[in-house]
């Protein structure tokens, strides 16, 4: 039988591609359901431990990012106007 993930739950695991202290100690997945609207929305989910300073406890941050966003399109690179004198790249 194969593993159905359940609504309002969700797993992490050890990320084993972690390059730099910035990448998740935790990678894994969470399904969400609105209480408004009653729509479920799966998450990517990130983890990282943290240690609090003041008494060397450790902490889990997290981060969620839906699954179905879609990443921010850089818009297209401006072009000169043969026309304008001041449309050249003067790096000041």
């Not at 194969?2 to 997945?29: C, M």
């Not at 408004?36 to 981060?63: A, F, L």
Request: charged share 25%.
């Amino acid at each position: 039988m194969a593993y159905e993930q359940k609504v309002n739950s969700g797993s992490l695991w050890p990320n084993d591609d972690r390059k730099t202290e910035t990448h998740p100690n935790s990678k894994g997945s969470v399904l969400l359901q609105c209480p408004h609207c009653q729509q479920i929305t799966p998450y990517y989910q990130s983890g990282w431990t943290r240690v609090r300073q003041s008494d060397g406890k450790k902490w889990v941050s997290q981060s969620f990012k839906p699954k179905d966003a879609q990443p921010a399109a850089a818009p297209p690179p401006a072009k000169a106007d043969a026309d304008d004198p001041f449309a050249d790249e003067i790096p000041f």
